[in-house]
């Protein structure tokens, strides 16, 4: 397999993984790069997992990029959630289930990094959970506590009504722009 089949292979997944870890299409785009010059730069033809290995990589990526930008990733969400905002009061003829799709994904993308990261790649990118063990190096029943964790946050803020509160502009982070789901269980 040369560079350029690997990469046509694997673009599409990479990108994926990148979008809804970062949420952002331009910072996707520069990680995805990223990942693929340092896979290159790496035997990566001698990795005996060479998807899994890949798909480590980028969550790796990923991560890195989501600490080193913390403060100005938390101001581009606070901007893109008032921009959903905006357009989801205009658009009040939109389906019932389309409503809910985004305020689970709403959920999601407020989420600590660890759970959006295994929730990602078992709910978007359809892994089993002995693979994800293997892309984030974590134990199985690591895996499935993070995935039951980002359940039981996800279940109490839908029922709390957080999503609804939230989508009418109510909701309130107390000052805190660092607010999630796992900070606001614990509060």
């Known amino acids: 397999?040369?560079?350029?089949?690997?990469?046509?292979?694997?673009?599409?997944?990479?990108?994926?993984?990148?979008?809804?870890?970062?949420?952002?299409?331009?910072?996707?785009?520069?990680?995805?790069?990223?990942?693929?010059?340092s896979v290159f730069r790496h035997d990566w033809r001698r990795v005996e997992f060479l998807r899994?290995?890949?798909?480590?990589?980028?969550?790796?990526?990923?991560?890195?990029?989501?600490?080193l930008s913390g403060r100005r990733k938390r101001r581009e969400i606070r901007l893109q959630l008032l921009s959903?905002?905006?357009?989801?009061k205009a658009a009040e003829t939109v389906a019932m289930e389309q409503?809910?799709?985004?305020?689970?994904?709403?959920?999601?993308?407020?989420?600590?990094a660890k759970l959006?990261?295994?929730?990602?790649?078992?709910?978007?990118?359809?892994?089993?959970?002995?693979?994800?063990a293997d892309i984030l190096d974590?134990?199985?029943?690591?895996?499935?506590?993070?995935?039951?964790?980002?359940?039981k946050l996800m279940r109490k803020e839908w029922q709390s009504g957080d999503a609804e509160t939230e989508r009418?502009?109510?909701y309130e982070t107390n000052g805190s722009d660092r607010a999630n789901l796992y900070s606001i269980s614990k509060r």
């Open 138 to 151: 974590v134990p199985v029943g690591t895996v499935k506590s993070r995935l039951n964790k980002c359940r």
């Open 99 to 112: 409503e809910s799709a985004r305020d689970v994904l709403r959920l999601l993308q407020r989420l600590p």
């Open 52 to 67: 899994t290995w890949i798909i480590r990589v980028t969550v790796n990526r990923c991560l890195n990029y989501i600490k």
């Open 84 to 88: 959903v905002h905006t357009a989801e």
């Open 168 to 170: 009418s502009g109510e």
């Open 116 to 132: 959006r990261a295994a929730a990602a790649l078992r709910y978007i990118n359809e892994y089993s959970l002995t693979e994800i």
């Open 1 to 37: 397999m040369q560079e350029r089949e690997l990469f046509e292979t694997y673009r599409k997944e990479v990108y994926r993984t990148c979008y809804f870890m970062l949420h952002h299409a331009a910072d996707a785009e520069d990680v995805c790069q990223d990942v693929f010059v």
